[in-house]
């Protein structure tokens, strides 16, 4: 078996590590919040965009782009792709609609800014919880060029139907129009994906022809994994010292938003790990099915809250709780993948009493 690295090794200390490293930053160092603040485009924080799109970048630059088109021609593939946007649009927004609405009937603006989140599904970070908890890569990086698609089309019409009409049939008078344009969405998407993703595709299809395929997978791309989680650790010390005085000032309206957050993520994960491995797919798929249904695009809805309603507003604060509350409990979920491996799947990555396409045991010497 492969040894672990270092890095990887101990990955869950070094989150939790950058998560008080950034909440002790923002409080000892006051105006470290004004000045990461003052980098920014619009609504777009530089430096978390270069930490998430250095996050993304090796995880997509590892896709073996050439094999993409065979995933399409498998006999159960028309299943998987059925199954990831039900999961991605039809579940994963009502159950958070239903847990918004539950824990908090009180608070209509934080209740809004986790129905943005979910509607939002993730396109970003979700390539490295795959890559972490052993998933199929390409499968991942097809489900994520899927939702980009789907989000441009339909974020705006998802946020208009959930937050004005199905919360004015609930509660008459609590329905608050949400105007969105496509053209807002797409940046989001092109500024988060498009460019790790073109950037990926490069290095690939120019190393490999130069190089060799060998010598890429071997030698290149395990190297540039090293990146991906720097860059990750990097984005998460940026995200917490942003919001370090904000967390600290409102503890209790963080535990509330957290529980729903909380609540979702379990859920789905849940939901859709034991519902691939009913439908019979192979563990790096379920991974990849998994993931992507259990996390959500923060970066979209963090600029849509800031943009609509403004960076001071209740909307805004509970869209920046999602990814403080994600990035600690996805890890976690890494490791319930894991579990899931060793108790459902055999050595094949197979599920347990799945004959179907397991290959042939080795000859014996």
């Given amino acids: 078996m492969k040894k672990l690295s270092f890095l990887n090794r101990y990955l869950t200390v070094w989150i939790f590590a950058a998560i008080f490293l950034g909440l002790g930053l923002g409080v000892m160092v006051p105006d470290l919040s004004n000045f990461l603040n003052s980098l920014s485009i619009g609504t777009t924080s530089i430096p978390i965009a270069i930490g998430l799109i250095l996050m993304m970048y090796p995880p997509l630059a590892k896709v073996k782009y050439e094999e993409l088109s065979g995933i399409t021609r498998q006999p159960d593939a028309k299943k998987m792709f059925g199954t990831s946007l039900a999961l991605n649009y039809i ?14 009937p009180d608070q209509p603006l934080y209740r809004i800014g986790l129905i943005l989140t979910g509607i939002a599904r993730c396109i970003a970070m979700v390539l490295v919880w795959n890559q972490l908890a052993g998933g199929d890569g390409e499968y991942c990086a097809m489900l994520v060029a899927l939702n980009s698609v789907f989000q441009v089309l339909m974020y705006s019409l998802y946020a208009y139907f ?19 344009s496509i053209i807002s969405v797409a940046v989001s998407v092109a500024t988060y994906l498009g460019i790790p993703f073109l950037a990926g595709i490069v290095t690939r299809y120019a ?81 990849a099915q998994t993931f992507t249904a259990a996390s959500n695009n923060f970066e979209l809805t963090i600029a849509v809250a800031i943009g609509v309603f403004g960076i001071g507003s209740g909307v805004a ?49």
């Fill in 162 to 180: 959930l937050v004005y009409f199905l919360s004015d049939i609930i509660s008459p008078g609590s329905g608050q129009a949400v105007e969105i």
């Fill in 317 to 365: 604060f509970a869209a920046v709780v999602g990814p403080l509350v994600e990035v600690p409990v996805l890890i976690a979920l890494v490791n319930l993948a894991f579990w899931f491996r060793r108790r459902y799947y055999d050595g094949y990555g197979k599920v347990k009493g799945n004959v179907r396409n397991r290959p042939a045991l080795p000859a014996q010497k």
């Fill in 91 to 104: 579940v994963g927004p009502m159950l958070m609609f239903a847990l918004a609405w539950i824990f908090l």
């Fill in 207 to 287: 190393l490999v022809r130069k190089k060799g395929a060998e010598w890429y997978d071997r030698k290149f791309a395990p190297r540039i994994g090293k990146v991906s989680l720097l860059a990750l650790l990097f984005t998460i010390v940026v995200m917490f010292s942003l919001r370090a005085e904000d967390v600290l000032a409102l503890p209790w309206d963080v535990v509330r938003i957290a529980v729903p957050l909380l609540a979702y993520f379990l859920i789905m994960f849940t939901l859709s790990f034991c519902l691939s491995i009913k439908l019979g797919f192979d563990y790096p798929r379920a991974v």
